[in-house]
């Protein structure tokens, strides 16, 4: 475990706690003595044995520190950060540092060739990135990376198998593939995390049966499970979350409301959104934090930049072993350059995601104070 405090900016202090839960377990019954039939003769009884009440599940000791972002493209060949990526992540690293450190992977990790954009498309865009980019990402300190995004595909199946090979033989984990769940080992702790959107390559965010039942896989298999999801509509004017179904150019990117709530109520501790490229509010759920989006994270050469589209946030988030929120930090971030990963010292996303979170959601929203501590109104 990395630690289990938050690292915060500007000198805050946010205290993990150990969790401690004292199971009780009942002493046995009084022994229930049958009752001799009328027609036996009279035999002494022997008591049954008691059953032992049964414990309940013991929560793992300790907690959980985790970093999540939004959308990472490390460029597209040939348009490739200097320096061979290497000193890509470096102004952000120190804040990534977490035991889970998760972001989106928008685009491949692929020599394919084959681009699902023709000559003759429109408003088609594919990113490949060379496989060796993957140490990058690995080096920054990221442990998971989610696949359910609709760039994930941009070279076919070909591109795809490679980047899953690609994070494989960089020691990274990965989610969102149909039926695939990520899970890593934290002290005593077991956290799972599954990724969906809304692309036949992924877990489906519209099947919402399927979505229950994917999150309950992920529920046994771990003690705390992180759902995330690549959902929303495109665009500067798409910052706040409505109800409903969104689309872009004619496609679903799915209900997100519907949708975060759903995987909340099948059992998700944590639910962390992305796909819109800018910044969304947050929201509380049965005490579990939803951030709608966290905008783009890292985009070289590929994305739309300036105003909300160049800033978005690491959220920092520690978890008991039974997935309860303990504390949570919204640290502000830029694309600075072509694209380029920093933190911001303007510190805009405070003051973006707190208004946005009291606009779009009221009293359920997540407030977010002047130094980005995230609490309940």
Not at 31 to 41: H, Y
Not at 45 to 68: D, E, L, M, N, R
Not at 281 to 287: D, L, N
């Amino acid at each position: 475990m990395r630690g289990l405090a938050l690292a915060l900016r500007s000198g805050a202090v946010v205290a993990a706690f150990m969790v401690v839960l004292a199971l009780a377990i009942d002493g046995p019954s009084e022994p229930v003595q049958a009752r001799p039939s009328p027609t036996a003769a009279a035999k002494p009884t022997v008591p049954k044995k008691a059953t032992p009440a049964k414990a309940a599940p013991a929560v793992p000791p300790g907690v959980v520190t985790i970093s999540a972002v939004g959308d990472i493209v490390m460029g597209s060949a040939p348009n490739l950060p200097p320096n061979g990526g290497r000193t890509f992540f470096d102004r952000v690293e120190t804040d990534l540092a977490a035991d889970v450190v998760l972001g989106n992977l928008e685009g491949t990790l692929t020599t394919a060739a084959g681009s699902k954009c023709k000559a003759t498309s429109k408003n088609c865009f594919a990113f490949k990135t060379p496989p060796s980019y993957a140490r990058h990402l690995r080096n920054a300190g990221f442990t998971v990376l989610n696949l359910a995004n609709n760039h994930a595909y941009d070279f076919g199946e070909a591109g795809l198998e490679q980047t899953v090979a690609s994070l494989d033989s960089a020691g990274l984990r990965h989610t969102g593939r149909p039926a695939e769940i990520a899970v890593q080992k934290v002290g005593k702790i077991k956290v799972a995390v599954v990724g969906f959107s809304t692309y036949p390559w992924a877990n489906s965010m519209n099947d919402l049966a399927a979505v229950r039942r994917e999150i309950a896989r992920a529920d046994k298999a771990a003690d705390v499970v992180i759902v995330t999801a690549h959902m929303g509509a495109e665009g500067s004017d798409r910052q706040h979350v409505r109800p409903g179904t969104e689309t872009f150019l004619g496609e679903n990117r799915g209900n997100p409301i519907r949708f975060a709530h759903a995987a909340v109520d099948a059992g998700a501790d944590l639910v962390v959104g992305h796909g819109p490229h800018v910044l969304r509010g947050m929201e509380w759920r049965k005490g579990r934090l939803i951030a709608y989006s966290l905008g783009n994270f890292a985009g070289y050469g590929v994305f739309s930049l300036g105003g909300p589209l160049s800033t978005s946030g690491i959220l920092r988030v520690t978890l008991t072993g039974d997935g309860r929120f303990e504390t949570g930090l919204l640290v502000p971030a830029r694309l600075v350059g072509k694209g380029v990963p920093a933190l911001d010292p303007t510190e805009r996303a405070h003051g973006i995601v707190r208004e946005l979170s009291r606009a779009d959601f009221g009293r359920r929203g997540v407030r977010v104070s002047p130094t980005g501590l995230l609490g309940r109104r």
